[in-house]
């Protein structure tokens, strides 16, 4: 694989200030696949140096250029799908269908939506007496994690971008070369120097000196709680504006009437896609008790067909990280009906797609997060049964309603707490809002209401 030995500041590929480096690891083989550095804070404040210098500029181009050098950056993404999805598959590990449809395809999609919007949104409207301009927050410190590696990079940097911010990422040690494929779109599309810089290496060096740097105005961050936690309160001790993408514990619910075979067939896809490794993933099904002997039979064959055909997890500590909480469902009681925890190859941080039976709400794995191929099916007696299950967690990201009628599944989803659920296995849409409730996280990505967490207002009166 391609891997530049640099760091993309201020236009292009600068030598990194220390010789530390990152080794990218493929997780279907354990081959290396490429080296990268391992950025400092030197590297950091570079970077920020450059976003810092090139702000006045950009967020005083016209919005109409801003968007013309999207679209250019969407083709030059598109330019490169190919190589954007054999990138991914070979740093994540992802299916090459899967890498096409939806690693390379989805961050596509969305900086289109973002060419549009910086063309299409009133930076300026009316209220009353007052003028109100919708300003750029400033320098975005953009940290990310490896699942959805490209996307989420796309979906913090376009709408920073469109709304006249500058921006430094942190990309996650574990998928740094499609972040650096997608600095040399960004040149390509004639981005101006210092708008986008790229550094990276490590969480706790690279992407915490990216936090505390005086020069960064917004920190949005995706990734797990802990680390969530740790930079939300750095960034509140600077008074920095923060968006997080934290974790989920998404519940599908199966109402009585709903298409049994198709919510359970549905869900269980859900899960096992990208190997678990989605924070919108929903985790927990939930079935009504007369039906939950018949779901278990579904659940367990769907499982049983994704055996050869889901890649590893992202690393060997993940593997293990998957594993003992497979193992901590069997000593809790819970019951396998699919999978387990050995892993199924000798080679490769490969998991079972395992489904537990028996789970009841209080559960580690009906509470915690697992980021693997794990579904946990529980039981429920009615539908106030149901609320209380599906709310009852710290998380609120995601979720799906089953019903065999709609106005059914949407009466029983605006009870939930969260932030977005498919009703009767809707679409993925790229323009609704993206965040979670509570511990979930704060703030919006994609979409207008993704744009407006880069935007800040400033009222004149006449
Ligand atoms: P993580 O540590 O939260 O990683 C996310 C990003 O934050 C990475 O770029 C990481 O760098 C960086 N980071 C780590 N420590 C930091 C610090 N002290 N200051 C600033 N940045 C820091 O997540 P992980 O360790 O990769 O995964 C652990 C668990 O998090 C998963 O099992 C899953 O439950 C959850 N997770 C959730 C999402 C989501 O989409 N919500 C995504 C990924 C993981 P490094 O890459 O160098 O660690
Ligand atoms: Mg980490």
């Given at each position: 694989m391609k891997a530049h030995d640099g760091m993309y500041i201020d236009g292009g590929w600068r030598p990194a200030a220390g010789g530390d480096t990152v080794e990218v690891v493929n997780p279907a083989d354990e081959q290396i696949v490429g080296r990268v550095p391992a950025g400092t804070a030197e590297d950091v404040d570079a970077a920020v140096r450059a976003a810092r210098a090139a702000l006045p500029g950009w967020s005083a181009t016209a919005p109409a250029e801003r968007a013309a050098r999207l679209a250019a950056l969407r083709d030059a993404l598109e330019a490169r799908a190919e190589e954007i999805a054999e990138t991914v598959t070979a740093e994540l590990g992802s299916p090459p269908k899967l890498s096409q449809a939806v690693h390379a395809a989805v961050p596509i999609a969305v900086m289109g939506s973002y060419a549009e919007l910086a063309a299409t949104y009133a930076f300026e409207e009316k209220v009353g007496n007052s003028v109100v301009h919708h300003e750029p927050v400033g320098v975005v410190g953009a940290i990310t994690p490896w699942n959805y590696p490209l996307h989420q990079i796309v979906a913090k940097v376009a709408p920073a971008l469109a709304a006249g911010c500058t921006v430094v990422v942190k990309p996650a040690e574990d998928t740094p070369l499609v972040a650096q494929l997608f600095a040399e779109a960004v040149h390509e599309a004639g981005v101006?120097?210092?708008?986008f810089n790229l550094v990276t290496g490590l969480g706790p060096v690279a992407g915490q000196a990216l936090v505390e740097?005086?020069?960064?105005?917004l920190v949005s961050f995706t990734g797990s709680t802990a680390v969530g936690q740790k930079i939300a309160a750095a960034a509140g001790a600077a008074i920095k504006k923060v968006a997080l993408e934290l974790g989920g514990k998404s519940a599908n619910v199966i109402l009585p009437s709903a298409d049994l075979a198709r919510a359970v067939n549905v869900g269980v896809a859900n899960v096992m896609s990208n190997s678990g490794q989605t924070?919108?993933?929903?985790t927990r099904m939930l079935v009504h008790t007369s039906q939950y002997e018949e779901a278990l039979g579904l659940a367990a064959t769907a499982a049983a067909k994704y055996g050869d055909r889901i890649g590893p997890v992202v690393s060997a500590r993940q593997q293990a990280r998957v594993r003992g909480y497979i193992e901590k469902g069997i000593a809790e009681g819970a019951r396998l009906i699919a999978g387990g925890p050995?892993?199924?190859?000798?080679?490769?941080y490969f998991v079972s797609p395992t489904v537990f039976a028996d789970v009841t709400p209080d559960m580690t794995i009906a509470q915690e997060?697992?980021?693997?191929?794990v579904l946990s099916v529980l039981r429920y007696t009615d539908e106030e049964d149901a609320l209380r299950i599906a709310n009852g967690t710290v998380y609120g990201l995601a979720g799906a309603v089953w019903a065999g009628d709609e106005a059914e599944a949407v009466a029983f989803a605006r009870r939930m707490e969260t932030g977005q659920v498919d009703i009767n296995g809707g679409r993925f849409n790229p323009r609704a809002p993206f965040g979670g409730y509570k511990q979930s996280g704060v703030g919006r990505e994609l979409g207008v209401h993704g744009l407006a967490e880069y935007l800040q207002t400033q009222s004149l009166q006449f």
């Open positions: 101006p120097a210092g708008v740097h005086p020069g960064v105005d924070c919108s993933a929903w050995e892993a199924p190859r000798e080679r490769g997060e697992i980021f693997g191929p």
